[in-house]
């Protein structure tokens, strides 16, 4: 019913009428996904730690009005290598996946 924690822990997509990235009365939620399983985690760097925002054109856009690219990344913490997986938002809205290993899994 919020958008607070990390990524792991769930998310909310809804309809931001006024563009401040918060889940207010009034506007209307689409999906609630619940938490992720233990031992996984989902983080997302600088431009997309805290919310995704699609534009009806289906190009991602900050609160401010800039263009919203950045990289989610998913892994699973008791595996030895690390294997993960990123998602990759380009600019124009397109989500690309990519496999990776990581040093640690945050």
Known sequence: TSCTGAWHQGWVVFH???NNAALDAGETVILKQPGMPD?????????VSDYISYMPTGATEMTSGAFQSGTLTVCRQSYEEYGA?????SRTGRPRIETTTLASCP
Not at 39 to 47: A, M, Q
Not at 85 to 89: A, E, M, P, T, Y
């Open 16 to 18: 931001d009428i006024n």
């Open 39 to 47: 031992g996984f985690r989902l983080t997302g760097n600088s431009h």
């Open 85 to 89: 997986r990123r998602i990759v938002i």
